[in-house]
């Protein structure tokens, strides 16, 4: 599980993070949803994986990071 907190008024389109593991992420939360009264405009239904290196099995995510915003992907 990764938490990206973004305290900041400013949003993050295609936000890359690098993660060791996983080939696949979903997303469990973002506090941007409508259903928390969000705009809904930063959901992340797919993110695109790429390999960063395969034998130290790193991969680049993209992320859209809505302003004061949390979100929880595994």
Known sequence: IVVIINVSSK???NWEITLKG???WKELLNSDDIRFWGSGNAMNINMPVEPVDKKK???KIK???SSFTTLIIQ
């Open 57 to 59: 099995k790193l991969y």
């Open 63 to 65: 992320v859209n990071i």
């Open 22 to 24: 996983k080939t696949a």
């Open 11 to 13: 949003a993050y389109s």
